[in-house]
């Protein structure tokens, strides 16, 4: 099996920074594309951030300049540090992983459970 756990969520006050972590366990062969989800309520699950295992990243316009998204690969490890917070980016942030397991090479997206960032005063 493989797991992701996230850490790192909680409340800010807007213009301020939270660092979320992820970390990817269990029987991995090899991990490609890792992602940052974020879902607020009453609102569909939206990509935040994606970062390949080479390093590329892309960022939805919303969060481009103030989120930057970076991975450990010996360590299987994904991190989304988020400066100038705003009320809006209050949500559920969600890690994914593109995962191929060890047994038979089966390739699958695995979630995490999911960390809530809120943002107020």
């Known amino acids: 099996q493989v797991q992701l756990v996230e850490s790192g969520g909680g409340l800010v006050q807007p213009g301020g920074s939270l660092r979320l972590s992820c970390a990817a366990s269990g029987s991995i062969f090899r991990i490609y594309n890792m992602a940052w989800y974020r879902q607020a309520p009453g609102k569909q699950r939206e990509l935040v951030a994606t970062i390949t295992s080479d390093g590329t990243t892309n960022y939805a316009d919303s969060v481009k300049g103030r989120f930057t998204i970076s991975r450990e690969n010996a360590n299987n490890t994904v991190s989304l540090q988020m400066n100038s917070l705003e009320p809006e980016d209050t949500a559920v942030y969600y890690c994914?992983?593109?995962?191929?397991?060890?047994?038979?090479?089966?390739?699958?997206?695995?979630w995490g459970q999911g960390t809530q960032v809120t943002v107020s005063s």
């Open positions: 994914n992983a593109d995962v191929v397991r060890v047994v038979l090479r089966i390739r699958r997206d695995y």
